[in-house]
């Protein structure tokens, strides 16, 4: 099963106070009564018990990202390696697309091949360090 669904979230950078909002798909699969909450564009995955569990997990899974790549200053790096486009200049943020992502990501690519899913996309806030 296929379906769009959404649901929403923000996440804001309080030590650096610099946000952009961009545009993620999200696949949310269940395998062996274990709901996982899947985003290809960050390679994060979430999981639990319940769908809500799931989400939450990923929510969580995502801070955690956001706090160690900003700590370590890696985030741009680490988003252009997974296929992202960014303009320091202007704050521009660009996720591969959902295509892309199923030729260029085994993990998406096994999930769409085994697994009946729902795809939604989600806008979030990605926090940003200084670094133009």
Do not use: C
């Amino acid at each position: 099963m296929r379906k769009q669904s959404h649901f929403w979230g923000k996440l804001f950078n309080k030590a650096h106070n610099k946000n952009v909002e961009v545009k993620i798909d999200l696949v949310e699969y269940e395998d062996d009564s274990i709901h996982y909450v899947y985003s290809p564009a960050f390679d994060l995955i979430g999981y639990g018990y319940s769908q809500e569990e799931a989400r939450q997990s990923w929510e969580l899974v995502l801070q955690e990202y956001f706090t160690y790549t900003l700590n370590k200053n890696t985030l741009i790096k680490d988003l252009q390696s997974r296929g992202w486009i960014v303009r320091k200049g202007n704050k521009y943020f660009t996720p591969p697309t959902f295509s892309w992502l199923l030729k260029n990501n085994h993990d998406l690519t096994e999930v769409y091949d085994k697994h009946n899913f729902q795809k939604s996309s989600k806008p979030i806030t990605v926090p940003l360090a200084d670094y133009s």
